[in-house]
């Protein structure tokens, strides 16, 4: 969810804000309220919120001079102002602090909401901060012949890797149920979970691995020892991934390749691992699905391509980040 604060000197503004809108239908989360510019910033430091809904005038410390002091400690906070005033030196202060809008009281429901939105696909866009260079490697990977490999990679080529595809189904009944927003592109939904998924990893491969956001998803490589082929082993040490999301935002499927003796069978360890993640059509998401275990009978990788017509063959050479 993301966090957000309201700063008015009015109480029954701040009411009004909180109470007319059902926030946790729009993955927000109300994390504290203030009075003045002064309680605000004690508040900021204290809740790092993604979002501030702001009066522009108030005792103490305006909404200006409160974000001119908070932004360089918290530069991804994402501003809305809203004032009583036609003020234009205001409005142009406002500007000047790259606020999301500027709305007039009295406030009206459909403005706010539709400000808020911006303000949370704003954030989204700064989630990650990675270089494009880490963000892209696993996909690079793929398209790698022996001696392109650059040597400082976290992972051994020459060593058993596996690869693994996670996909978040968030369009799924019960997530429409509670207000995921089906506009939003799939890039930012990955984008914006990207470092809480990558910290699982860390944990889980020791560091050994790399990965890419694809779609609503990721391509993940990494090196396992060899207990990792025995299942309960694999399923425990993965099981994290299944639940570094609440499920009111998405389920999750991981699907795992089987082991890779290193570099030049990767191709073929990324097409079981998307024949694995796509056996959730039939089976569900929330699972780990392991290629191993689909029946070459009834859920070969063909037939699963046939079911789900979504999934298309790499042509022989990538000019994009491959689908799943």
């Known amino acids: ?18 109470e007319s809108v059902n926030w946790e239908l729009m993955d927000i989360e109300i994390v504290g309220e203030a009075s003045d510019g002064l309680e605000a910033m004690v508040l900021i430091h204290d809740t790092d919120p993604d979002i501030i809904i702001c009066d522009v005038r108030m005792p103490k410390l305006d909404g200006i001079a409160l974000l001119n002091e908070v932004l360089p400690s918290h530069p991804s906070l994402q501003v809305l102002f809203f004032s009583g005033y036609s003020d234009k030196e205001y409005l142009k202060n406002a500007i000047k602090l790259n606020a999301v809008d500027y709305l007039y009281k ?16 704003k954030c989204m866009n700064r989630k990650v901060h990675l270089p494009q260079r880490e963000a892209d490697l696993a996909i690079s990977l793929l398209q790698c012949g022996e001696n392109d490999v650059a040597s400082d990679l976290p992972i051994d ?6 690869t693994l595809i996670l996909q978040m189904n968030a369009g799924g009944d019960h997530v429409a149920d509670r207000g995921y927003d089906n506009q939003l592109d799939d890039r ?22 790399i990965m890419s956001c694809v779609g609503k998803g990721y391509i993940l490589h990494a090196n396992v020892s060899p207990d990792f082929l025995i299942r309960q082993t694999a399923e425990s040490k993965l099981h994290p991934l299944l639940t ?17 003796a290193g570099l030049q069978h990767l191709r073929e360890a990324y097409d079981e691992a998307r024949a694995a993640v796509h ?6 998401y929330g699972r780990i699905i392991f290629y191993r275990d689909l029946s070459q009978k009834s859920l070969s990788l063909r037939t699963i391509c046939k079911e789900n017509c979504t999934i298309a063959f790499w042509p022989t050479t990538l000019q994009a980040p491959p689908a799943f």
């Open 1 to 18: 969810m993301f966090k957000m604060i309201v700063v008015d000197d009015s109480e029954l503004t701040r009411r009004g804000i909180c």
């Open 106 to 121: 009295p406030l009206q429901l459909h403005e706010l909401i539709s400000a808020v939105e911006k303000a949370k696909k």
């Open 157 to 162: 080529v020459h060593a058993p890797m596996v």
């Open 188 to 209: 930012l939904l990955a984008s914006r979970h990207y470092l809480a998924f990558h910290n699982v990893a860390a944990q889980i491969f020791g560091g050994k691995f």
């Open 244 to 260: 570094t999301l609440d499920a009111v935002q998405a389920d999750v499927v991981v699907g795992i390749s089987n082991l890779c």
């Open 279 to 284: 056996a959730a059509f039939l089976l569900g």
